[in-house]
């Protein structure tokens, strides 16, 4: 990816965050205007069941979200990303949006270097119900079974997984939602690569590390409420030539 590139993670996006969509709209605006591709890292949505529930009967607040996705995959490369919230995101909308889908990990190629990126729950490996749920919401044949099942009925198992999930984190220590050092050395040195980007753990830093000697560096990305947050969250990380610049958090719309 040559050029400016930018990226963003957690947005999640949901009926209940009309401020969050707003400036999640503006700043897609500016990404088709200022960047030359755009990545988005997983947990774009706050909940996703299927392709099918987006393309076959989006209710008007997706609606307008995908069309505005849309209109920036055709001004510049849309690459979407999965999380833990929308894990089910699929080719099917990707293809609709003229977007393209990654990889849960990938090596990026930019002028700044070569980049590990993910969303970054994979490295969350002291959280280890966590780890065990994910393997199995991943395993395909029970994405299969799951998605096989009427929308109301998955929209349902969502509710109470989601409800069950913030019940069993709030008695959770905060390191073990956090990334453990442990796992981003792993991926530092089986990757060979020196830098990482990744969101999903809501603690957006530049970090410093040494990996068997080796100077390497680790941004996580912003997550983003301007909704209930005071002062609002949000931002991206804006990689151009030889440059990284952590961004935000109120993204405003420039005059065109």
Not at 23 to 39: E, P, S, W, Y
Not at 171 to 190: E, G, L, N, T, Y
Request: charged share 20%; hydrophobic share 40%; proline share 6%.
């Amino acid at each position: 990816m040559p050029g400016t590139v930018w990226l963003a993670s957690d947005i999640h996006l949901g009926p209940q965050v009309p401020a969050t969509q707003a400036a999640f709209h503006d700043f897609l605006d500016m990404a088709g205007r200022q960047a030359d591709a755009l990545v988005l890292c997983g947990d774009i949505f706050d909940a996703w069941v299927g392709d099918d529930a987006a393309l076959e009967a989006a209710p008007p607040w997706l609606a307008a979200t995908l069309e505005k996705l849309r209109q920036t995959a055709s001004l510049i490369p849309l690459w979407l990303g999965r999380g833990n919230r929308d894990f089910l995101l699929g080719g099917q909308l990707a293809r609709s949006l003229g977007a393209h889908l990654l990889p849960d990990t990938v090596r990026l190629h930019t002028d700044a270097g070569d980049i590990l990126l993910s969303h970054g729950d994979e490295y969350c490996t002291a959280d280890a119900s966590y780890q065990r749920f994910r393997r199995i919401v991943r395993t395909p044949w029970i994405q299969r079974l799951f998605l096989s099942l009427s929308l109301k009925r998955r929209l349902r198992i969502a509710q109470y997984a989601r409800q069950r999930s913030m019940a069993a984190n709030r008695h959770k220590q905060q390191d073990i939602m956090d990334v453990a050092p442990q796992a981003i050395a792993s991926a530092f040195r089986s990757s060979g690569l020196g830098l990482m980007v990744h969101g999903h753990t809501h603690r957006p830093a530049r970090h410093e590390l040494l990996v068997d000697g080796r100077a390497c560096t680790r941004y996580v990305l912003p997550d983003w409420d301007y909704d209930h947050s005071i002062p609002p969250r949000g931002g991206w990380l804006a990689i151009g030539h030889g440059t990284m610049e952590l961004r935000g958090a109120s993204p405003q719309p420039q005059p065109q």
